[in-house]
């Protein structure tokens, strides 16, 4: 029930915010038109008694009335919708907007891995109609109230106990209600398969997929997967539906029989004299629209119950974003250069909803200026070392110092401005090329020398050069005029705009040129190594790169080798030579590979 309100209020609430006009003129249109269906009862009953009566006068004003409220009963509703359509459109882009806040507004990406955040974003992202149409649900959730108790006030006139009639509606809302839940609860049990099921069809009309699936000849599996996942989802959906359909006709008999008695008993006491012919036409007139209205009644409580669930499932997101805000209050600013650098203190790392630790026990100390290279096996936790630099998640033990003050007390906003970083799996950010590069720093954006430095920076120009408009091409097929890259293309794109930040303290590159031939690779991280040496002795700026050739590897200053989640061997390249552990053995293995 609760919900239920404050779904109703914060429909109300956000109509109110996007269009109080529209919202006040529909609803007095609705409310006239519901006014109307039970006034045109009063008036056919006038109209019959003053008919028989032979009173011409009272029976042609009581038959103009009878038009006047049926035409307004009928046309009222409509005119309302034109106003219930905008206000629609604007509750729903009010909607979307809020969504696209709360699932990027937070500073980590914890809550983007739990499965029931996942389940209730997609959920979500079907039900913004929903949420759209909240409004014209909720005025017809009030205006049929007013109707149902103006019914129930006139039926009580003429006998108290027609009030039971009403009660007749109650089975139909539980059997409603109890369908809904029925319903949303098939729903959440087969997200899962909707999400499959979505995955495979958008491989199958993927551009990006098209040739490892004609490659490897996958349509037939992959239709055959699709088309399980789709019965997976729609066998419990149907089921559920066909269940409430069931519950909802119970509902509806229990009525049934409620009217049918009301109205024999009404005509008997007629027959016997004590009503009038006019107070038969009364009641079976409201017998019928109390038909209608717990019809109404039922189909509007299902839509209330959604509304409500959808705000519910809002009001969660909201809580679950803020929950996800850090525990600790960021009090220390980010420091403007860096002396001692950045310490690992007795750090592990769990990803969210799973049980293995992926980092463990790691202790490390990154001095200001240098240039530090991770290996590893695939799945060592390269990446999710630099996730946490990056403060993408927080350590679930130990702490991460950046000159001795702990990462979590300094604002992720703040931090993240101090840094760039450049990823295997990067943005192809489909835009003219000045902006899908300059996004790696929003505010030299506009400035015209920011862009082309960064191109530079990066080794990016005969990429550009490339382009028919030059950095005014745009880029990708969102565009009909747009290029499209190549896959080294479009990370030379990635890389210059990971350059676009001149001085940052922290410069994260997580195979940011696996695209990229070996050779490009070793000439580009010399190229970045000479500028990071420079910043790192102006302003101690680090370097973080994570490569699997240890041509680029063997250049850094300070070379991490991960294993299981721990550091196994640290320090330079002829340190970890001569200690002829794992570093050495993986080292010769790739070189003997390249001879
Ligand atoms: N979002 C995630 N949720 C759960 N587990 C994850 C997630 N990302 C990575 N992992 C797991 O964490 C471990 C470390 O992954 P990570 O990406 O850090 O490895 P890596 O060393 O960078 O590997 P690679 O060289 O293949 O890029 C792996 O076992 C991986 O399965």
């Known amino acids: 029930m609760r919900d239920l309100w404050h779904g109703i209020s914060g429909v109300l609430a956000s109509s109110w915010r996007v269009g109080r006009g529209r919202l006040l003129v529909s609803a007095l249109l609705m409310l006239l038109g519901n006014v109307s269906t039970p006034l045109i009862a009063v008036f056919l009953a006038v109209t019959t008694d003053a008919a028989l009566r032979r009173d011409t006068a009272t029976a042609v004003q009581a038959a103009v009335a009878v038009a006047v409220v049926a035409l307004l009963s009928l046309t009222m509703e409509h005119f309302a919708h034109i ?31 739990r499965q029931d ?35 129930g006030v006139l039926l009580a006139r003429l006998e108290p106990w027609l009030l039971v009639l009403p009660l007749f509606a109650v089975p139909p809302l539980i059997a409603g209600r109890l369908a809904e839940a029925r319903h949303e609860r098939a729903e959440l049990a087969t997200a899962e398969a909707r999400r ?103 189909a509007v409580a299902g839509q209330l119950q959604r509304n409500a669930r959808a705000m519910g499932w809002v009001r969660w997101l909201r809580r679950e974003s803020a929950r996800a805000a850090d525990p600790v209050v960021p009090d220390r600013p980010v420091p403007a250069t860096l002396t001692d650098g950045l310490r690992f203190d007795g750090v592990a790392f769990r990803y969210p909803g799973t049980d293995t630790d992926v980092l463990r026990d790691v202790t490390l100390h990154i001095p200001a200026g240098a240039t530090v290279a991770i290996v590893g096996d695939n799945g060592a936790g390269k990446s999710t070392l630099v996730k946490l630099l990056a403060r993408f998640y927080r350590p679930t033990a130990g702490e991460i110092t950046v000159d001795g003050v702990d990462l979590r ?46 191109v530079h920076r990066a080794d990016a120009q005969a990429v550009i050069d490339r382009l028919p408009e030059g950095l005014d091409s745009h880029l990708g097929k969102s565009y009909e005029d747009g290029e499209e890259l190549s896959g080294g293309q479009w990370q030379r794109v990635a890389l210059s705009r990971a350059m676009m930040r001149e001085e940052p303290l922290l410069l994260l590159l997580d195979e940011p040129t696996a695209a990229l031939d070996p050779l490009t690779e070793h000439a580009l991280f010399e190229r970045y190594a000479a500028s990071a040496r420079d910043l790192g002795h102006r302003t101690g700026a680090i370097t973080v790169l994570v490569s699997h050739r240890f041509s680029t590897v063997r250049m850094a200053d300070l070379i991490l080798v991960i294993s299981d989640g721990r550091i196994a061997e640290s320090g330079t390249h002829d340190a970890l030579m001569a200690h002829d552990g794992i570093y050495a053995e993986m080292f010769t293995l790739q070189a003997s590979a390249y001879r």
């Open 83 to 113: 106003f219930f359509f905008e206000l629609a459109d604007l509750h729903h882009l009010r909607a979307e907007r809020e969504l696209g806040d709360l699932a990027q507004g937070t500073a980590g990406l914890e809550q983007h891995e």
């Open 117 to 151: 955040y996942a389940d209730r974003m997609e959920l979500l992202r079907k039900e913004t109609w929903e949420l759209g149409a909240g409004v014209q649900t909720v005025l017809t959730a009030i205006t049929l109230s007013v109707q149902i108790a103006l019914t």
């Open 196 to 298: 499959l099921s979505w995955h495979l069809l958008e491989l199958a009309v993927s551009p990006a997929a098209a040739k490892e699936i004609r490659l490897f000849g996958l349509r037939r599996v992959l239709r055959e997967r699709q088309t399980a996942a789709r019965r997976a989802e729609e066998v419990p959906l149907r089921r559920a539906e066909l269940i409430g359909l069931g519950l909802r006709l119970a509902g509806q008999l229990i009525f049934a029989v409620g009217y049918v008695a009301a109205v024999v008993v009404v005509v008997r006491s007629a027959i016997a004299g004590q009503r009038t012919v006019g107070d038969v036409v009364l009641v079976i007139t409201l017998a019928v629209q109390t038909n209608a209205q717990a019809a109404g009644a039922v």
């Open 409 to 454: 007390r300094i604002d992720p906003a703040a931090w993240r401005e101090r840094i760039t970083a450049g990823f295997q799996d990067f943005l192809k950010l489909e835009a003219p090329a000045r902006e899908s590069i300059g996004a790696g720093d929003l505010p030299s954006l506009l400035d015209p020398a920011a862009v082309p430095a960064a």
